[in-house]
C-alpha cells in the first residue's frame, strides 16, 4: 500500500508576531497495491488576528490639519480566520473506467471596520490629558469613561461569517482506440454568507445553490 502524510503549521514568534497566530494544514493520501481505489483528505486553517499598527505599537493619525497620536495598539475588527477541508475517493472500476467523488468545504470569519473615529481619540488623547485644567466636571467626565475604549476608535461595523460547499461526482471512460473518451460529471455548489450590521443590529443572510453536470 502507498501512504503518505504531510503536516505543515506556522505561528508568530513573541512581540514580532503581530496577529500571526497558528496556522497549518494536513494532508493524507491512501492506495492500495492492487490500485483499485485511492483516497485523499486535506484540511488547512489560517487565523490572524487584530493588527499591531504604527511605530512602537502605536497608529499615527492627523485628522483636520492637527496631528496626535492615537494610543492603539491594535486595530480592532482586522482580525481573520479561514478553515478548508478537503475529501476525494476514487474507484477504479476497471482498467479504462474511473468514477470519483470530491468534496470541498471553506468557512470563513471576518469583520469591517470604519475609519479612525477622530473625536473618541481626540477626547482621550488630548482633552482628558489636560482634564486638570479644564474643570472638575471634565476630570470627572474623562473619570467615567473608564478609561481609553479601542472599540469606539475603530469601531466594528460589520461580521461576516461565509461558508462554501462543493460536491462533485465524475465519471471517465476510455475506449481502446481514440474513438471512445467519455467524460461525465455531476455537480452542486453553495455558497451561505451571514452579516450582521452592528450598528443597526440588521442580520442579513444570503444564499446561493447551483447545480449542473456536463457530458463530453
Avoid at 481573520?80 to 468557512?107: C, D, H, I, V
Avoid at 473608564?146 to 461576516?160: E, K, L, W
Avoid at 460536491?167 to 471512460?173: A, I, K, P, Q, V
Wanted: net charge negative; proline share 4%.
Amino acid at each position: 500500500n502507498a501512504i503518505g502524510l504531510r503536516l505543515r503549521s506556522s505561528i508568530g514568534v513573541g512581540s514580532w508576531k503581530n496577529g500571526n497566530d497558528p496556522s497549518g494544514s494536513a494532508v493524507f493520501a491512501l492506495k492500495p497495491e492492487d490500485g483499485r481505489f485511492d483516497f485523499l483528505a486535506g484540511y488547512s486553517r489560517r487565523h490572524t488576528g487584530d493588527y499591531e499598527p504604527g511605530k512602537h505599537g502605536e497608529a499615527f493619525s492627523y485628522p483636520d490639519g492637527g496631528g496626535f497620536t492615537v494610543p492603539a495598539d491594535t486595530i480592532t475588527g482586522t482580525g481573520q480566520s479561514m478553515t478548508s477541508y478537503l475529501g476525494k475517493l476514487g474507484w477504479n472500476l476497471a482498467p479504462r473506467q474511473r468514477l470519483q467523488f470530491t468534496a470541498t468545504r471553506t468557512e470563513a470569519r471576518f469583520s469591517e471596520t470604519s475609519e479612525q473615529n477622530y473625536a473618541q481619540a481626540y477626547l482621550y488623547q488630548v482633552e482628558c490629558a489636560n482634564a486638570a485644567q479644564q474643570g472638575q466636571d471634565m476630570v470627572d467626565y474623562c473619570d467615567s469613561l473608564g478609561g481609553y475604549d479601542m472599540s469606539q476608535v475603530y469601531p466594528i461595523t460589520s461580521t461576516s461569517h461565509v461558508v462554501s460547499d462543493n460536491l462533485g461526482l465524475d465519471y471517465s471512460l476510455k475506449g481502446d482506440g481514440p474513438l471512445l473518451d467519455l467524460k461525465a460529471k455531476l455537480y452542486r455548489a453553495s455558497t451561505r454568507m451571514d452579516t450582521v450590521a452592528a450598528s443597526e443590529n440588521i442580520d442579513n443572510r444570503t444564499r446561493t445553490d447551483t447545480y449542473g453536470g456536463f457530458l463530453t
